[in-house]
């Protein structure tokens, strides 16, 4: 079975702190997302890669970076937590075939709560 | 972009009765995929289905990509149904993979 693990499940930091969030696949995706789950607003994507080393930004990528060190790891960083940061976040995973993304499999979410 | 439509938005059922999600897409799609979130918030994977029907268990999903739309099927529903379910589509393109997620339908089962 695939695994995805994030490294948090509640987090609370305080405004202006750096926030590090990480994520765990070990099935060898090559693919990782980072969305974010607001009431009335759903599920967003923030970043993406989809290789080592390599990313792509999401439909929300204000106020964040992330970093993709190796295959496994994928993580969130908050340079600066503001409290619109509040929220929950979910890492997901996938492998390609050729050029179609396949089914993407979800981590158990990390709520962050920024005060 | 691409526009996903859940129907109905909260469903309420009795322990044992069969229901009918509904999703609709705006454009072609790669990729659907039909999540149940536990109220932990953990998305679970019931669908991975561009197109065609499939079944597992009590559950079934059937995606007529030339229609866009998808339906998922509950049948002898219990308790540990309730929860929020989502559809999702990969729009392909320059999409990258995203799933774009419908706004989800509420289901709640009484025992």
């Known amino acids: 079975d695939v695994k995805v693990t994030q490294s948090s499940r509640y987090l609370v930091k305080r405004t202006g702190e750096k926030v590090f969030l990480e994520c765990v696949q070990d099935m060898d995706h090559e693919n990782m997302f980072w969305y974010r789950q607001d009431p009335g607003l759903g599920l967003r994507l923030i970043y993406f890669?989809?290789?080592?080393?390599?990313?792509e930004k999401g439909d929300i990528p204000e106020g964040y970076s992330v970093s993709r060190e190796k295959k496994e790891r994928f993580s969130l960083i908050l340079e600066s937590a503001s409290t619109n940061q509040t929220s929950m976040y979910l890492c997901?995973?996938?492998?390609?075939?050729?050029?179609?993304?396949?089914?993407?499999?979800f981590g158990p979410g990390t709520r962050l709560t920024v005060t | 972009g691409i526009q996903v439509e859940q129907s109905p938005p909260d469903l309420i059922l009795q322990e044992g009765a069969n229901s009918t999600l509904r999703c609709n897409f705006s454009?072609?799609?790669?990729?659907l995929q039909w999540f149940h979130q536990n109220p932990w918030g953990q998305l679970i994977n019931l669908f991975y289905i561009p197109s065609g029907t499939k079944q597992n268990g009590r559950l079934s999903a059937t995606t007529v990509a030339t229609e866009r739309y998808s339906l998922l099927y509950i049948s002898s529903s219990q308790t540990t149904d309730s929860g929020v379910y989502f559809c999702?589509?990969?729009?392909?393109?320059?999409?990258?993979?995203?799933?774009?997620f419908g706004q989800g339908t509420i289901l709640t089962v009484h025992p």
């Open positions: 999702a589509v990969d729009a392909g393109g320059t999409s990258y993979g995203k799933l774009t």
């Open positions: 890669s989809y290789d080592v080393k390599m990313k």
């Open positions: 997901a995973s996938s492998l390609s075939a050729g050029t179609t993304y396949l089914e993407q499999y």
């Open positions: 454009d072609s799609v790669n990729n």
